[in-house]
């Protein structure tokens, strides 16, 4: 909502923040103040303010890792840092231990990475768009294997997914195995917000600022039909760009997003987001990266999405950008 507001595509005008309904559009305006350090500061007073509610409230995972995000974005590392590890050692497992641990090794790098590390590779030749995933960028790099979430669909229907990046986009390759039989074609023209529910789908999930609460969805179906939402708000329309490959026993995605659409920050080697990637299959099941995870969002059993470039080039001047 935050990289919303910086891209106007909320009303932002005056010195008290106030809500400003236009049609069924509600818009939000926020202080004359950098959007950033507004956004984390209210975030923080409110934090405070639920504090007189009782540990019920200020204790809770779901708001005191959005709190641990905010100071981060105003620059506060070391009060993250020891929050994360009294938390660690107040929640023995689950979802938001696995999310602290993960926190933990990112502010630090020296214990063991969480199990469910995902890397997210610099590239310096675009690919091309077609679905076939033959481009130099996917070569070499090893894909992320979905497990089941529910149900029992990862032999049948396996899913691998890579992404790599650049400073302008965010790769996306996506291979979904079905059985022989289960092929739908693409479609010719694609509406924009269309209803994936009754089709074979994957959902990506990008936590920029990883409050594991607030979060961009990205779904893709068997079809080539996307969809998108920020944070439930399906009035989200990102500029983006899908190909897809379908076979008799498969079907195949390319995607680039813009990563202006994602965030301002230009992204430094060996940061991280919050991510996931669910696939739905109807009626059959649902598979994950990281788990907990369903057909409905469950933003706290995310992991981390690295940012990284080969070792090799650690040393290399940067790369003109590929036309």
């Known amino acids: 909502m935050r990289r919303r507001c910086e891209l106007n595509q909320y009303v932002m005008r005056g010195k008290l923040a106030r809500e400003v309904k236009t049609g069924d559009t509600q818009q ?3 202080t ?35 709190l641990q995000a905010a100071r981060r974005g105003l620059g506060d590392v070391a009060g993250p840092a020891d929050w994360f590890g009294k938390f660690q050692s107040y929640v023995k497992d689950g979802p938001w231990h696995d999310a602290a641990h993960a926190e933990q090794w990112l502010a630090g790098r020296t214990n063991e990475p969480p199990r469910r590390l995902a890397r997210c590779r610099l590239t310096d030749m675009r690919p091309y768009l077609d679905g076939e995933l033959d481009d130099r960028c996917w070569q070499g790099m090893k894909p992320l ?14 899913t691998q997914a890579m992404f790599a990046y650049d400073q302008e986009f965010l790769y996306l390759a996506l291979k979904c195995r079905h059985p022989k039989g289960k092929q739908v074609p693409p479609v010719k023209v694609r509406p924009r917000d269309a209803d994936l529910d009754a089709f074979d789908r994957v959902s990506i999930l990008i936590d920029v600022d990883r409050d594991y609460a607030t979060y961009f969805r990205l779904e893709i179906d068997q079809r080539g039909c996307v969809r998108e939402d920020c944070w439930g708000e399906a009035g989200w329309n990102p500029k983006w760009f899908v190909a897809i490959k379908s076979s008799e026993e498969s079907w195949q995605i390319e995607a680039a997003i813009p990563l202006g659409e994602l965030t301002g920050d230009r992204i430094a080697v060996n940061s991280a987001w919050a991510f996931n990637v669910v696939r ?18 469950r933003p706290e059993g995310m992991s981390l999405l690295v940012f990284q470039q080969e070792p090799g080039r650690a040393a290399a001047p940067p790369m003109p950008k590929a036309p």
């Open 28 to 30: 939000v305006g926020y």
């Open 32 to 66: 004359d103040k950098p959007i950033g350090a507004r956004w984390w500061q209210s975030s923080i007073d409110h934090g405070k303010k639920l504090a007189g509610f009782g540990p019920l409230y200020a204790a809770d995972p779901s708001t005191m890792f959005g």
């Open 145 to 158: 294997v979905l497990e089941n979430a529910v149900g029992d669909t990862a032999k049948e229907y396996a």
């Open 280 to 297: 739905i299959v109807p009626g059959q099941g649902v598979q994950s990266w990281s788990q907990p995870a369903d057909v409905q969002p």
